[in-house]
């Protein structure tokens, strides 16, 4: 699998980022794509997750009524546009296949991540 993420940076809390990876055509054509995070010291988790057609989206607790899970077929791309951003948001984040229906990868390999650093 072939993941390329971008968009990170450092915010402001109360801040927004949008967020792309890019997949190989192999990976991401017919694939639920999803965003996780792992931030210094924990275990990498689940953030948001998106069927193959761009609807039925779902996300964590944590980021629901914030961040909004979006793809463009055309383009092999899964976008995270996130707002409100919190100091507990700072993480690499990273893109992947899902398990539908599930909150864990169904690939993996993973990207290099793009690091979101959001100050108080």
């Not at 993420?5 to 801040?15: A, L």
């Not at 990976?27 to 010291?41: C, E, V």
């Not at 707002?83 to 990868?105: F, H, I, M, Q």
Request: net charge positive.
């Amino acid at each position: 699998a072939q993941l390329a993420e971008s968009g990170g940076g450092s915010v402001q809390t109360g801040g927004s980022l949008n967020l792309s990876c890019v997949a190989s055509a192999r990976t991401f054509r017919g694939s639920a794509m999803g965003w996780f995070r792992q931030a210094p010291g924990k275990e990498r988790e689940f953030v948001a997750a998106i069927n193959h057609l761009g609807g039925s989206p779902y996300y964590a607790d944590s980021v629901k009524g914030r961040f909004t899970i979006s793809r463009d077929n055309a383009k092999n791309t899964v976008f995270l546009q996130m707002n409100s951003l919190k100091p507990e948001d700072t993480a690499v984040y990273l893109c992947n296949t899902v398990v539908w229906g599930r909150k864990y990868p169904g690939n993996k390999y993973w990207g290099q991540g793009t690091q979101v650093t959001v100050s108080p």
